[in-house]
């Protein structure tokens, strides 16, 4: 019995002790969630004290969150092209290397502007020997397109393998930026000849957002037959086409191909750290008490339907499921998925969810 009452004794000495310590600690881990919650929750320009958490509960799982996130970007792509790109700015042998062509106009606003990156390999280009060609989607946010230069260096490295790389500047939308996307592919097939590329070797590549606006451009193809061969069935009926089973999630879906008219087909996708599921992503988001916060919540809304119709791996499942007859023509050959089994960012569940 007097063990057990030295036990809690030692208990309530070691609490006291540590007191000094843990209220600071606390009150730093509540401010650093409020700050966050307060500059990114579209909730707080309205009533900032209305949408602060309060619960520990709730308080530590998006501090848990946070810290996460701090981890993936020092350890996942983002660090890697921050410094590369750093570096390449004070390096006078990056700039050596640079075989870019920049500034040329793909389609017909001012914003549709491409760096081509031109490999200096002896006998690229020349006859019998176009290059593959890889387009890059600048961007690992879908509202983050702007930073193009950013991702030169890796470009350049790419250029360095033999390969042309093409970094467009795309819009900061998901739907701006997937017809800008198309544009671009657009542009580079028509064009591919001039440069000494290979148009049915066009390859997209993207990381994060631009992994997943890649994904849905590369079902453009087989979304669009789809919509068509169901109208065609319908008498024209168009609008009663349900490929998602959803009337909202159809109608958003058709809406954001709208802009992809004639997609042409690509010959792969290069996918590194992307969200494929954005309803169980979202799911997992709100787990953590930071579902007002993200990038997808920014970027869509918080709307079930559209989270649904941008959602690549359901969209390729309802294809499957109901159109056997659409040709293998309609998809990329080959998909590359890369990513990180550490990413605490993405849930596991919405980047394993390619079929």
Known sequence: MWRRGAWYVGLAVLAVAAMPFAVPAVAAVYAVVWVYTWT????????????????PRRVLRCARALWGGVLDGLGGPTAALVWAYVTGAVGRAARARDTAVRDIAYGPRASHRLDLFVPLLEGAGSAGAAGAIVIVFPGYRWTHTRRARMYRPMAQTLCGAGLFVVLPRVGST?????EDLHVAVAWVAGNAANFGGDPRRVHLMGCGAGAHVCAMYGLAPAVRAWYGAARAAG???????RLL????????????????????????????????????QRR????????????????????????LAWSPALVVRALRRRSAALPASLFAPS??????????????????AWP
């Not at 998909?335 to 394993?352: E, K, M, N, P, Q």
């Open 284 to 307: 997992y988001e709100a787990a953590r008490c930071i579902e007002h916060m993200t990038a997808a919540a920014r970027a869509f809304g918080g709307s079930a339907a559209r989270e």
């Open 235 to 241: 008498g024209g009926g168009g609008s009663a086409a």
């Open 174 to 178: 998901p739907r701006s930026a997937l």
């Open 335 to 352: 998909v590359l998925l890369i990513h990180g089994r550490l990413d605490s960012t993405c849930a596991a569940s919405a980047w394993r």
């Open 245 to 280: 089973g959803d009337g909202d999630a159809d109608d958003e879906l058709r809406l954001g191909m709208r802009g992809l008219r004639a997609a042409r087909g690509v010959a792969g996708l290069v996918l590194v750290s992307g969200v494929y599921d954005l309803v169980a």
């Open 40 to 55: 990114h929750d579209p909730r707080a320009r309205g009533n900032a004290l209305a949408v602060l958490p309060v619960d």
